[in-house]
DNA sequence: GTCTATACCAAGATAGAC
DNA sequence: GTCTATCTTGGTATAGAC
């Protein structure tokens, strides 16, 4: 039996340079199929094609994991509402706000499902950073709604909750929507805009 | 030394005849703050004040506990439903639901949590059972909605995704209110009222 | 009905070779 | 940068004594 010396059946990985990237988007759908607590380093290893030892070279535990994807997807999520052109109006900005909410997150549901539901298994340090982004979100709607009062167009009792209100309702879109469904994407904008719109009516 | 015999500092259980409900507190309470999989037989065990092994003379196992929570909060969310006296109007009755929907899912936030939350670490024939539930409630919410299209009092391009809306807004309050807040319960049924009334009213 | 003890397995993370 | 091997901990579930 001869031998090829140490090019032979190399089984010392593949040094594909993506690595980084791959062990982030099998963990994403790993974490929002199963949850974060049920999914083991091994299995996002095996996801990947590499052994569980090699995922330490990309993070430093597991949490580290978890919030680094958190902390993009909202990170993500705010400088995609900043990029949309301001309307002046502020019924026509919430009509842009709608739309936005509801595509951008049907394009990414695993990273959506993933923010609102691991926050309970981030530690407390991490937690704040998440709660803050979230917050900065809701007060960037909020602000569209005062306006809207202000201007008269509105009429919301409370505008802290009517903004809890309408992106409660807004994510329950991810739930049900399928790109195969009954409706267009267009037709889900249209459906939820309608109900949003003489929600916060005056 | 002397010894009292097989009476003294008797460590084999208090026998108290509670332990069943006690198991169901502690395990409701700790899967809604850490999740299912995050949660231990250990820890749960330790909650009610018995070893591990103690819970399987009231659980075959792990995933019949979760499953028994559920379809325990399921089953009692459509009867408590059933025996609220119907309206004749679907704009009362569409209120009474709003009411109803809000106060019952405040006043259980842990069984309401782990119907939402832990729907994926059910096994595929437990998850048949309590979407099966889930859907019976939807559809009684729908039929008040088809009622009001049809009495003309609302206008609604999609009763079901309305239906799916209004529940996903109201869950919403779950996430923010506290008892010691800033509004009382009632103050909190009018606001979402006026805006789910506003949202379907023709 | 609960205890103690344990079988059995899988988890997160690290060490050192290549 | 990845592998193999391993340390340590803790998981579910069961057996048999009391």
Redesign the interface.
């Known amino acids: 039996m001869f031998s090829y010396g140490r090019r032979m059946a190399r089984t010392q990985g593949s040094h594909s340079g993506i690595t980084g990237p791959k062990i982030r988007e099998a963990a994403l759908r790993l974490f929002a ?6 999914v083991s380093m091994r299995q996002i290893a095996k996801e990947v094609g590499v052994q569980a030892g090699a995922l330490y070279n990309y993070t430093p535990d597991k949490q580290s994991l978890l919030f680094s994807l958190m902390k993009s997807h909202m990170t993500e999520l705010l400088a995609a509402w900043d990029a949309v052109p301001p309307a002046a109006g502020a019924m026509e900005r919430m009509r842009a706000f709608t739309g936005f909410h509801i595509r951008f997150h049907l394009e990414r549901p695993d990273a959506v499902f993933i923010a609102y ?1 691991e926050l ?2 981030l530690t407390d340090e991490n937690f704040a950073v998440i709660e803050t982004l979230r917050r900065d979100y809701e007060n960037g709607v909020e602000g569209i709604l005062k306006q809207g009062v202000e201007q008269g167009v509105f009429r919301i ?2 505008t802290k ?2 903004t ?6 807004l ?2 879109v991810n ?2 929507y399928r790109s195969e469904g009954r ?1 267009t994407l267009n037709e ?1 904008e ?3 805009w ?3 719109q ?4 005056a």
């Open positions: 199929q199963q949850g974060y607590a049920a539901m309970r298994n009792p409370d909750i009517a809890l209100a309408v992106i409660a309702m994510n329950g739930t049900w409706l889900v249209r459906v939820y309608e109900m949003v003489k929600a916060v009516s």
